[in-house]
């Protein structure tokens, strides 16, 4: 059973920082993509960025390039998000996501079948 666990979440004002975890556990970690989504209220859920099993092809969407970083970490069976330059606009719950199938691309948003239970951020004006 594939389990995903994220934190890291919280309130931070505008122009700060923070970094999202997401431990997975159930299956080889190394094999997959891993990726991250929000959703804000009202709103569709957001594929935010992903990362390919071998950690060197990365995605991200528009409005987060060049301000979240995402990065794993095989050994530890974690995937990261580091956040910076925060605007109040990224307040979202983050979801952590990886694919069902195995050695898939960062980019395929409709390949990520399995989630964790979300962090909140909420960024303060």
């Known amino acids: 059973q594939v389990q995903l666990l994220e934190s890291g979440g919280g309130l931070v004002q505008a122009g700060g920082s923070l970094r999202l975890s997401c431990a997975t556990s159930g299956r080889r970690f190394s094999n997959y993509a891993m990726g991250w989504f929000r959703q804000s209220p009202g709103k569709e859920r957001e594929f935010v960025s992903g990362?390919?099993?071998?950690?060197?092809?990365?995605y991200y969407t528009d409005s987060v390039k060049g301000r979240f970083t995402i990065s794993r970490d095989n050994a530890k069976s974690t995937v990261y998000l580091q956040m910076t330059s925060l605007e109040p606009e990224d307040t979202a719950i983050y979801y952590c996501?990886?694919?069902?199938?195995?050695?898939?691309?960062?980019?395929?948003?409709?390949?990520?079948?399995?989630w964790g239970q979300g962090t909140q951020v909420t960024v303060s004006s």
């Open positions: 996501a990886t694919q069902g199938i195995r050695f898939g691309v960062a980019w395929r948003r409709n390949d990520y079948t399995y």
């Open positions: 990362i390919d099993y071998r950690g060197i092809s990365t």
